[in-house]
Protein backbone atom coordinates (compact mmCIF):
# COMPACT_ATOMS: atom_id res chain seq x y z
CA UNK A 1 0.00 0.00 0.00
CA UNK A 2 2.65 2.48 0.85
CA UNK A 3 4.93 1.57 -2.10
CA UNK A 4 2.00 2.23 -3.98
CA UNK A 5 1.22 5.35 -2.73
CA UNK A 6 4.74 6.63 -2.88
CA UNK A 7 4.62 5.86 -6.24
CA UNK A 8 1.60 8.01 -7.02
CA UNK A 9 3.58 10.54 -5.23
CA UNK A 10 6.64 10.33 -7.89
CA UNK A 11 4.21 10.30 -10.90
CA UNK A 12 1.56 13.16 -9.70
CA UNK A 13 3.53 15.26 -6.77
CA UNK A 14 1.94 15.83 -3.45
CA UNK A 15 -0.39 17.91 -4.74
CA UNK A 16 -1.98 14.62 -6.60
CA UNK A 17 -1.71 11.77 -4.29
CA UNK A 18 -4.57 10.67 -2.62
CA UNK A 19 -6.42 7.52 -0.94
CA UNK A 20 -8.27 7.14 -4.42
CA UNK A 21 -4.97 7.38 -6.25
CA UNK A 22 -3.78 5.31 -4.17
CA UNK A 23 -6.47 2.45 -4.91
CA UNK A 24 -6.55 3.12 -8.64
CA UNK A 25 -2.70 1.97 -8.94
CA UNK A 26 -3.75 -1.02 -6.79
CA UNK A 27 -6.93 -1.82 -8.76
CA UNK A 28 -8.98 -1.70 -5.51
CA UNK A 29 -11.76 0.08 -4.00
CA UNK A 30 -10.72 3.79 -1.95
CA UNK A 31 -12.56 1.89 1.12
CA UNK A 32 -9.72 -1.19 0.75
CA UNK A 33 -7.09 1.69 1.19
CA UNK A 34 -8.98 3.08 3.57
CA UNK A 35 -9.13 -0.30 5.60
CA UNK A 36 -5.60 -0.39 6.12
CA UNK A 37 -4.61 2.83 6.84
CA UNK A 38 -7.72 5.05 7.78
CA UNK A 39 -7.07 8.16 6.86
CA UNK A 40 -4.88 10.27 4.18
CA UNK A 41 -3.05 11.87 7.30
CA UNK A 42 -1.75 8.26 8.15
CA UNK A 43 -1.12 7.73 4.98
CA UNK A 44 1.25 9.94 4.37
CA UNK A 45 2.66 9.52 8.09
CA UNK A 46 3.46 6.14 7.04
CA UNK A 47 5.23 7.73 3.37
CA UNK A 48 6.99 9.89 5.25
CA UNK A 49 8.34 7.03 7.24
CA UNK A 50 9.13 4.71 4.35
CA UNK A 51 11.34 7.44 2.72
CA UNK A 52 13.63 7.85 5.33
CA UNK A 53 13.85 3.89 5.48
CA UNK A 54 16.33 5.10 2.65
CA UNK A 55 19.17 6.51 4.65
CA UNK A 56 21.87 4.11 4.95
CA UNK A 57 23.59 3.79 7.93
CA UNK A 58 27.10 1.96 7.23
CA UNK A 59 30.30 3.29 6.96
CA UNK A 60 29.63 6.10 8.82
CA UNK A 61 32.16 8.29 10.31
CA UNK A 62 33.57 7.89 13.75
CA UNK A 63 34.08 11.56 14.68
CA UNK A 64 30.58 12.49 15.86
CA UNK A 65 30.44 15.53 14.51
CA UNK A 66 31.53 14.19 11.07
CA UNK A 67 28.83 11.84 11.83
CA UNK A 68 26.12 13.92 12.07
CA UNK A 69 27.14 15.55 8.74
CA UNK A 70 27.24 12.58 7.17
CA UNK A 71 23.65 11.92 8.50
CA UNK A 72 22.12 15.02 7.31
CA UNK A 73 23.62 14.66 4.10
CA UNK A 74 22.24 11.25 3.69
CA UNK A 75 18.59 12.48 5.04
CA UNK A 76 18.93 15.02 2.18
CA UNK A 77 19.90 12.65 -0.25
CA UNK A 78 16.65 10.72 0.64
CA UNK A 79 14.22 13.53 0.46
CA UNK A 80 15.64 14.14 -3.06
CA UNK A 81 14.91 10.40 -4.28
CA UNK A 82 11.16 11.01 -4.60
CA UNK A 83 9.79 13.87 -5.99
CA UNK A 84 8.39 16.28 -3.37
CA UNK A 85 10.03 13.79 -0.71
CA UNK A 86 10.87 17.05 1.86
CA UNK A 87 7.34 18.80 0.92
CA UNK A 88 6.02 14.83 2.26
CA UNK A 89 7.95 14.74 5.43
CA UNK A 90 7.33 18.21 6.27
CA UNK A 91 3.66 18.05 6.90
CA UNK A 92 4.39 14.78 9.50
CA UNK A 93 5.14 13.84 12.70
CA UNK A 94 5.42 10.02 12.97
CA UNK A 95 6.92 8.44 15.66
CA UNK A 96 7.77 5.42 13.41
CA UNK A 97 10.54 3.28 13.52
CA UNK A 98 12.96 4.52 10.89
CA UNK A 99 12.08 8.33 11.52
CA UNK A 100 12.98 7.16 15.40
CA UNK A 101 16.35 5.54 14.22
CA UNK A 102 17.17 8.68 12.10
CA UNK A 103 16.40 11.02 14.76
CA UNK A 104 18.21 8.53 17.89
CA UNK A 105 21.43 8.78 15.22
CA UNK A 106 21.47 12.06 15.09
CA UNK A 107 21.18 13.32 18.56
CA UNK A 108 23.23 10.54 19.69
CA UNK A 109 25.74 12.57 17.44
CA UNK A 110 25.75 15.68 19.31
CA UNK A 111 25.58 14.11 22.34
CA UNK A 112 28.30 11.98 21.83
CA UNK A 113 29.97 15.42 20.58
CA UNK A 114 29.30 16.91 24.28
CA UNK A 115 26.12 18.74 23.95
CA UNK A 116 23.77 18.62 26.89
CA UNK A 117 20.28 17.07 26.54
CA UNK A 118 19.04 20.42 25.76
CA UNK A 119 21.20 21.12 23.09
CA UNK A 120 21.14 18.23 21.04
CA UNK A 121 17.84 17.61 20.97
CA UNK A 122 17.13 21.14 19.47
CA UNK A 123 20.10 20.96 17.37
CA UNK A 124 18.60 17.71 15.68
CA UNK A 125 15.58 20.13 15.21
CA UNK A 126 17.18 22.53 13.72
CA UNK A 127 19.41 20.35 11.28
CA UNK A 128 16.14 18.93 10.51
CA UNK A 129 13.79 21.62 9.97
CA UNK A 130 16.57 23.51 7.87
CA UNK A 131 16.92 20.16 5.55
CA UNK A 132 13.97 19.96 5.06
CA UNK A 133 13.30 23.80 4.24
CA UNK A 134 16.09 23.90 1.63
CA UNK A 135 15.07 20.64 0.11
CA UNK A 136 11.59 21.83 -0.29
CA UNK A 137 13.41 24.52 -1.97
CA UNK A 138 15.53 22.81 -4.19
CA UNK A 139 12.68 20.22 -5.27
CA UNK A 140 10.15 23.11 -5.83
CA UNK A 141 13.05 25.17 -8.05
CA UNK A 142 12.50 26.59 -11.62
CA UNK A 143 14.25 28.78 -14.16
CA UNK A 144 11.36 30.93 -13.81
CA UNK A 145 11.55 30.88 -10.40
CA UNK A 146 15.20 32.98 -10.47
CA UNK A 147 13.45 35.35 -13.51
CA UNK A 148 10.92 36.30 -11.00
CA UNK A 149 12.59 36.97 -8.39
CA UNK A 150 15.07 39.06 -10.30
CA UNK A 151 12.45 40.99 -11.62
CA UNK A 152 10.93 41.59 -7.93
CA UNK A 153 14.44 42.86 -6.64
CA UNK A 154 14.25 46.15 -7.59
CA UNK A 155 17.88 48.00 -6.98
CA UNK A 156 16.19 51.30 -5.33
CA UNK A 157 13.34 49.37 -3.22
CA UNK A 158 15.97 46.69 -2.19
CA UNK A 159 19.27 47.69 -2.60
CA UNK A 160 20.62 45.14 0.09
CA UNK A 161 18.99 41.91 -1.86
CA UNK A 162 20.24 43.31 -5.26
CA UNK A 163 23.83 42.91 -4.03
CA UNK A 164 23.14 39.69 -3.01
CA UNK A 165 21.01 38.39 -5.73
CA UNK A 166 23.37 36.10 -7.77
CA UNK A 167 24.07 34.45 -4.37
CA UNK A 168 20.04 33.81 -3.29
CA UNK A 169 19.20 30.57 -5.42
CA UNK A 170 22.35 29.29 -6.58
CA UNK A 171 23.98 25.96 -5.78
CA UNK A 172 22.55 23.92 -3.08
CA UNK A 173 24.85 22.05 -2.21
CA UNK A 174 26.97 24.79 -1.08
CA UNK A 175 24.46 26.41 1.02
CA UNK A 176 23.31 23.02 2.59
CA UNK A 177 26.86 22.55 3.41
CA UNK A 178 27.08 26.38 4.84
CA UNK A 179 24.01 26.02 6.75
CA UNK A 180 24.98 22.91 8.32
CA UNK A 181 28.19 24.59 9.37
CA UNK A 182 26.36 28.09 10.33
CA UNK A 183 24.22 25.01 12.56
CA UNK A 184 26.96 22.44 13.96
CA UNK A 185 29.18 25.62 14.67
CA UNK A 186 27.15 25.61 18.33
CA UNK A 187 28.23 22.34 19.37
CA UNK A 188 31.30 21.82 21.55
CA UNK A 189 33.16 18.96 19.80
Do not use: C
Not at 30 to 52: G, Q, S
Amino acid sequence: MIDAALHVLDERGLGGLSTRAVADRLGVRMNTVLWHVKTKARMVELMADAVLAGIRYDDLPGAPLDRARELAARYRRTLLVHRDGAALVTGTYPAEPHTLRFADRLVGAFLEAGADERQAAWTAWTVNYFTLGLTQEEQAEGEEDDARLARAVEPGAHPALRRVLPHLRQNFDERFAFGLEAVLSRIPG
